[in-house]
């Protein structure tokens, strides 16, 4: 499991999340700014992640 901490990445936040709900059987998808922001190598910021 990734230790989610301040100097991590948006993605890595993200992927940290999701790895961690994944190990409770929770199934999610990324949406919104954070998808964006990833997408778009940070030309688009967003400060929050939207599952």
Known sequence: M???NKK???ESFAIAVAEALKKKDIDVILTGGAVVSIYSAGKYVSKDADF
Do not use: A, F, P, Q
Request: without cysteine.
């Open 8 to 10: 991590m990445t948006l």
């Open 2 to 4: 990734i230790k989610i």
